[in-house]
Structure formats: structure tokens, C-alpha cells
């Protein structure tokens, strides 16, 4: 297996840019609590490190400093009452802890919801089972699902609306195979969800993100095939697949045509209307894969404006 060199620096930029984004579209700023008892320099460093890391994510944080002399009543307290603050949604102990102070009652002191570390027994119990209550980025959590490179690739990678991967993760799958003289009958197709903008507007944005999501899922049985499938926003989606020739990608289209209709007998009142083309490398005589997405794009937009999309099939 070849090595895959990962850019910390440049990684951890893109999630606090990420991560900015998504909490300035909150109601309200997240908020996390950070418990310091004592003067560990080690400890100070981390903590210093956690208040910037916030700063630049967009969360507001609660830094308690409390002296090294701090009984375990009062530590438990405090711990209580972010427990019941509502603007208080992570709570995070730095460890260890001075002597004579029990770290292991004050981490089952922390709500499960609100132990950003994974810390409490209910969330390690979780994370053992594969069933984590949220991904944990520090090192235990790392340490514990042995993946940690799965859980960045999700983080970054994956839209989170129709769980395929998202535009960025097309345009590094773009990018690699730029590079390359594709092979024949290597296809790329484009989708585009018609009706998404309507269904949305007609019935509540739940609405259209669950025909958003169906329709994902019924594209993701397709790429089950050795294909790449990918979301590229806008209700639209790209997909790739080598040793496809144009009219196996016509079989595979009618297929996830049949497959559509079945779904709009069940849900007559949320039906699933789309546009589908393909370009394929040897039929157009296109090698470079921007140029063959390109192509398939084209397709689709021709066959929208003829009214295609009821059929969502090319006949070319």
C-alpha cells in the first residue's frame, strides 16, 4: 500500500474555515467550557491552544481557571452548572487533575451530550461499538477508532445532506485525473434533481432535502457498481465510471430510471423528476476528463431545455 502524505497544516485550515462557516450560520454561537485546576505549564499551553482554536472556529469559550486548592465539592459544581447552561454545549476538564482531587468522578459528572473528550463511560462504551455520539479529533478518539484518516475524509469530504461525497471531494477526484489520458469507454455522467427548487418552496426545505437524499441514495446503489458518484451542490451530481461504453451507461441510466418510477408510485406527492446525459471517452473522442464533464454538463443542460427531464434519459 503506497503512503499518503497528509498536510496538518494546510488540513487543520481548511476545518477551521469549514467549521467558522457552519457556526455563524447557527442561531446562536456555540459555546465551550473550558475547566482548568492548577498551574500544569503543560496544561496552560492547551488550554491556550483550545481559546484560539475556538476563536478561529467561531465558538465562544468559558475558560474556569481555578486554583490548585479546589475541593472536589466545588469542581463538581461547577461542572453541575455548565451541565445545565443552555449557551453551554461542550464541557471539556483538563487533565490531570492536582492531588487529592478523583478525575474519574468529575469526567461521570459530565453530561454524555456535552464530554467533548469522550471521556465519560456512556460515549467510550459508544466509541468502542462503533457507534460514537460524535467523531472525537483528539488523540484518544484517534487512538480508539484506529481510522483517523476516515474520520477526516468524512469531516471534509463527505456532504452531509445526501452522505455521497461533496464538490470538493469531486474536485479532488477531477484534479488526480487530470493528469492521465483516459481510457476508452471510461463515462462521466451529470444529473441534475429538476424539481428539488420547487418541491422545497411548494413544501418546506424537509421536504426537499428528503427527495434530495432518496435520490442520493438510489445514485449511490449505482456507483456501488466500481463507480465514483459525487454531490456538486445545486441539486446536481457527477459521476464516473471506467469500462463503460455509451450503451452500458444507457442500460444503467434506464435502470435507475425504473428505479425512479418505482419510487414515484410510493410518493406521488413528492415525486423525483430528473435530467440525466453522459459523455464517454472513446464515443466523443474526449481524453481529458474536464473535457468529458464538460461534454456530459452540456448534455444535460440541452436535454433539460427540451424538456428531458421527465425521462432523464439521452437518446444520444
Not at 83 to 96: A, K, S, T, Y
Not at 145 to 156: A, H, I, K, M, T
Not at 185 to 205: I, P, V, W
Amino acid at each position: 500500500m503506497s503512503a499518503a502524505l497528509l498536510d496538518g497544516k494546510a488540513l487543520s485550515a481548511r476545518m477551521r474555515e469549514r467549521l467558522g462557516q457552519e457556526a455563524a450560520a447557527l442561531p446562536r454561537q456555540p459555546g465551550l467550557a473550558v475547566i482548568l485546576v492548577g498551574d500544569n505549564p503543560a496544561s496552560a499551553v492547551y488550554v491556550r491552544n483550545k481559546e484560539k482554536d475556538c476563536a478561529q472556529c467561531g465558538v465562544r469559550c468559558l475558560n474556569h481557571h481555578l486554583p490548585a486548592e479546589t475541593t472536589q465539592q466545588e469542581l463538581l459544581a461547577l461542572v453541575e452548572d455548565m451541565n445545565r447552561r443552555e449557551d453551554v454545549d461542550g464541557i471539556l476538564v483538563q487533565l490531570p487533575l492536582p492531588e487529592g482531587l478523583d478525575s474519574r468522578a468529575v469526567l461521570e459528572a459530565i453530561r454524555p451530550e456535552k464530554d467533548v473528550d469522550a471521556f465519560h463511560p456512556e460515549n467510550v462504551g459508544r466509541l468502542m461499538l462503533g457507534l460514537p455520539r460524535f467523531f472525537v479529533i483528539g488523540c484518544c478518539g484517534a487512538v480508539l477508532l484506529g481510522r483517523l484518516s476516515d474520520v477526516v475524509d468524512y469531516l471534509l469530504y463527505v456532504d452531509k445532506k445526501t452522505g455521497l461525497p461533496n464538490r470538493e471531494k469531486l474536485n479532488v477526484y477531477i484534479t488526480g485525473m487530470a493528469g492521465r489520458i483516459l481510457p476508452e469507454d471510461y463515462t462521466c455522467f451529470a444529473f441534475q434533481l429538476d424539481n428539488l427548487t420547487e418541491m422545497s418552496r411548494r413544501f418546506g426545505y424537509h421536504v426537499g432535502d428528503s427527495i434530495l437524499k432518496d435520490f442520493s441514495g438510489l445514485l449511490q446503489l449505482m456507483g456501488d457498481t466500481d463507480g465514483t458518484v459525487g454531490y456538486n451542490g445545486a441539486g446536481k451530481f457527477l459521476a464516473f465510471f471506467d469500462e463503460c461504453s455509451s450503451r452500458k451507461a444507457e442500460v444503467m441510466i434506464r435502470i435507475l430510471q425504473s428505479q425512479v418510477d418505482e419510487y414515484n408510485k410510493l410518493n406521488p406527492e413528492y415525486p423525483i423528476l430528473f435530467t440525466a446525459a453522459w459523455a464517454t471517452s472513446s464515443e466523443e473522442e474526449l481524453y481529458h476528463v474536464r473535457d468529458l464533464v464538460r461534454c456530459a454538463q452540456k448534455k444535460m443542460a440541452l436535454i433539460a431545455e427540451e424538456g428531458g427531464a421527465a425521462l432523464g434519459i439521452s437518446e444520444t
